[in-house]
């Protein structure tokens, strides 16, 4: 089965880049996504890449994908303070029926 | 349009009793996926429903187990309860695939 791997905290200044980093195993992943959980929600999703893109930019977000090492990170541009969250990588492998997610990261902006 | 509800928010149970937990897809959603978040654990894939159908579980005992109804809306069971299984418990919706996979609030499972 995949195993997915983030680091579990990221501290950043309002303003700043911030950049969430994400390792898979699962060469196969077909859809490698990013969610958000703020405190006391479900999860949103935040966006998603296919296996054969190496790149992915939607307003603040940008995905970087490097399958040859299984990397994935999540670059979000002039970091706020609602960007506080914790951040999930997940992957799917063998198709839609089963996505595996990482532990998080917490992001934390200080002001 | 309502996205996915969650019910109850919060419950509380006693060791070996039976917990139920629901959620409603959004409308037109005919696929639901249920995870268990963990205290300091990541989300664990639990099953996923479509058509009425389980198409599959993740690595979990039997005695959680769930159903999908005509309405699409689910129900996840957890029998013999075991204070290990307190957790937010989470479920999405789609129409298919997890792109575009929405989460509900979750439920808060307590077991004491």
Same mark, same amino acid.
């Given at each position: 089965g995949e195993d997915v791997e983030q680091s579990l905290f990221l501290s950043v200044r309002e303003g700043d880049s911030s950049v969430i980093n994400c390792t898979y &195993? @699962? $060469? $196969? $992943? &077909?859809y490698l996504y990013w969610y958000k959980q703020e405190p006391g929600a479900g999860l949103q999703l935040l966006t998603y890449i296919f296996s054969n893109m190496d790149m992915k930019q939607d307003q603040r977000l940008t995905v970087l994908l490097n399958k040859k090492d299984k990397h994935l990170s999540l670059r979000i541009a002039d &970091?706020? &303070?609602? @960007? $506080?969250a914790i951040y999930f990588c997940a992957g799917a492998s063998g198709g839609y029926q089963k996505v595996t997610f990482g532990t998080g990261t917490k992001l934390q902006v200080i002001p | 349009e309502a996205g996915v509800t969650q019910s109850p928010t919060h419950l509380i149970k006693t060791r070996g009793q039976q917990a139920t937990l629901r959620c409603s897809p959004i409308s037109g959603h005919t696929s639901v996926y249920w995870y268990q978040q963990a205290l300091g654990l990541g989300l664990q894939f639990l099953l996923w429903y479509d058509e009425g159908e389980e198409r599959n579980r993740g690595?979990?005992?039997?005695?959680?187990s769930g159903r999908q109804f005509p309405n699409y809306s689910s129900e996840l069971n957890v029998n013999a309860?075991?204070?290990?299984?307190s957790a937010l418990y989470l479920c999405a919706s789609s129409?298919?695939?997890?792109?575009g996979a929405f989460f509900g609030q979750g439920t808060r499972l307590t077991v004491v």
């Open positions: &195993t @699962d $060469s $196969s $992943s &077909t &970091t706020q &303070t609602g @960007d $506080s | 690595n979990f005992p039997p005695r959680f309860l075991e204070l290990e299984d129409s298919g695939t997890l792109v």
